[in-house]
């Protein structure tokens, strides 16, 4: 049976068995979409938790006798450091001003007051893709022990007990994916099963008139294909529909300015698909196997 | 006395049991000739449907040994019985018509099935249709047609290959005299077209003024 003939029966059959299919593929499509739904809360918890972790970045402090000649030197080597991304010098003057600055009408507190009693710093911010809380931990020590530094400070704490939250959420997250990725299947797979029963006739027809196994699974696996392809493509449609219009919300909201969300990674989604696809066909393989005993 | 050699189908000792206390047949030892028309007879539940059944591998004996138009059963893979069964046509009581295909595409099935060519499919089943004389009703679907009409479907179905072996399980069960008559007439034809004809039936009136073979199953045996 050449794959042109395998293909116009099934299509001949997805024609005839119009609402079945359709009734399948939305099942497909609804047990993907709450897959794809989680998928999506779990990337977008873990891009929060690295977005968050780099923009709160290191400051350091240097000595008050540090002299500004060395302050050249100190920036070039700490932009030679490969997890920095961007290096900004605070002189004790700009530090000054910032304080005035946050002081608002309260700055008078600061009349008379030397500027240079502000320690000068450096302000790192970390690169994104070389982000490791222990990487940056091990750093800021490393930083620590330089002659010119009196201290390094960054959101340790914060990072920590974010890291140990967003773990958290992770798992459940991801329990709650595989579980319903197991309904996902179960259902779809007893969907199939119940396509399957309803032709049961047929199929023994076509055993009785000396059908080959291939010629009866044939269509039938075409069939699981494109419901698995389709099911999940309108799935991953949908969340992708749902992620385009949050982007647009964040854009013109005030509320949401700043946060910024991702989509599933390509290849995740690829996966997806792929997954879906493979269950179709299997599931349609292991309901047909009974009937295709002699 | 039939030679082995123009047997079409042998059966030596066969046993078919499906628990110690259910023997259908205990050691059955059978001929049939190329070309014959046996009639195979006995009460409901005797084993007639499950003989015919094992005969196209629907069912495996428990023991002895059948042979097909020279292949023997036992050494048929699963994978290797389509390939016989193109070369046995099926005809039951209750037709097993596909309802939402027209009588065109349930005959053409079976050409369908061994991958014969679209025209020279079309070809064989008018031709078919034509000998069963439904030609004018082949857009229909079958529930639209009387009980004699959907048997004779069944019959063009089971005969488009040009099977050289015919198994008929109670095909006249579900019809009226004269639907029987018209049966018994094309299966006649059929076996003189060079058809072997196995021909189930507990209605005695069919064979009881014929010359055929009459095969009665009783009590686990067949006797002629």
């Known amino acids: 049976m050449t794959l042109a003939i395998l293909c116009r029966r099934a299509f001949s059959d997805l024609r005839q068995d119009f609402c079945a299919q359709l009734i399948t593929t939305m099942v497909v499509s609804l047990s993907i979409l709450i897959f794809a739904f989680f998928t999506l809360l779990y990337f977008n918890l873990q891009y929060f938790v690295d977005r968050f972790g780099t923009e709160l970045g290191l400051t350091i402090f240097l000595t008050k006798d540090t002299p500004k000649d060395r302050i050249p030197s100190l920036h070039q080597k700490l932009i030679g450091l490969s997890e920095v991304e961007k290096v900004t010098y605070i002189s004790s003057e700009e530090a000054f001003r910032r304080l005035e600055h946050f002081l608002k009408n309260e700055k008078d507190v600061l009349e008379g007051v030397d500027p240079q009693f502000l320690p000068p710093s450096f302000e790192i911010q970390i690169n994104r893709a070389m982000f490791q809380l222990n990487r940056i931990r091990q750093l800021a020590g490393e930083i620590d022990k330089w002659p010119e530094v009196s201290k390094v400070q960054f959101g340790q704490e914060w990072i920590d007990r974010l890291y140990v939250f967003s773990g958290l959420v992770r798992t459940i997250v991801a329990i709650t994916g595989i579980l319903l990725l197991f309904t996902a299947a179960f259902v779809v797979t007893n969907t199939i099963k119940l396509t399957v029963y309803a032709r049961q006739e047929e199929l023994e027809i076509m055993r009785l008139v000396g059908a080959t196994n291939m010629f009866i699974q044939g269509p039938f696996l075409v069939e699981a294909f494109l419901q698995g392809l389709l099911g999940s493509s309108l799935a991953l449609g949908i969340v992708l529909g749902g992620y385009r219009f949050l982007q647009g919300f964040e854009a013109k909201s005030e509320l949401f300015r700043g946060v910024s969300i991702c989509f599933i990674p390509w290849h995740y989604t690829v996966a997806i698909i792929a997954s879906s696809v493979l269950l179709c066909v299997i599931g349609t393989a292991l309901a047909m196997r009974r009937f295709l005993r002699l | ?224």
């Open chain 2, 1 to 224: 006395m039939i030679s082995l050699e123009s047997s079409i189908i042998r059966f030596k000792d066969v046993f078919k049991k499906y628990s110690p206390d259910n023997i259908i047949f205990s050691g059955i030892d059978l001929e049939i000739e190329k070309g014959e028309f046996v009639f195979l007879t006995g009460p409901s539940g005797v084993g007639k449907s499950t003989m015919l059944r094992i005969l196209f591998c629907a069912e495996r004996p428990t023991s002895g040994e059948i042979w097909v138009d020279g292949v023997a059963l036992s050494s048929l893979s699963n994978a290797q019985v389509p390939y016989l069964r193109r070369k046995i046509g099926v005809i039951f009581q209750d037709f097993k018509l596909l309802s939402n295909r027209t009588i065109f595409d349930n005959v053409a099935l079976s050409l369908e099935v061994i991958g014969l060519g679209k025209k020279q499919a079309e070809q064989r089943v008018m031709q078919v249709l034509e000998g069963v004389g439904l030609t004018g009703k082949m857009s229909h679907y079958p529930l639209r047609l009387s009980g004699g009409e959907q048997q004779r479907v069944a019959i063009a179905r089971a005969v488009v290959n040009r099977p050289s072996i015919i198994l008929a399980d109670e095909p006249t069960g579900n019809l009226d005299l004269q639907r029987t008559e018209e049966v018994m007439m094309l299966m006649e034809e059929l076996n003189a077209r060079g058809a072997t004809i196995i021909f189930a039936t507990h209605d005695e009136r069919l064979f009881e003024n014929t010359h055929r073979r009459v095969l009665r199953c009783l009590n686990g045996k067949i006797r002629t």
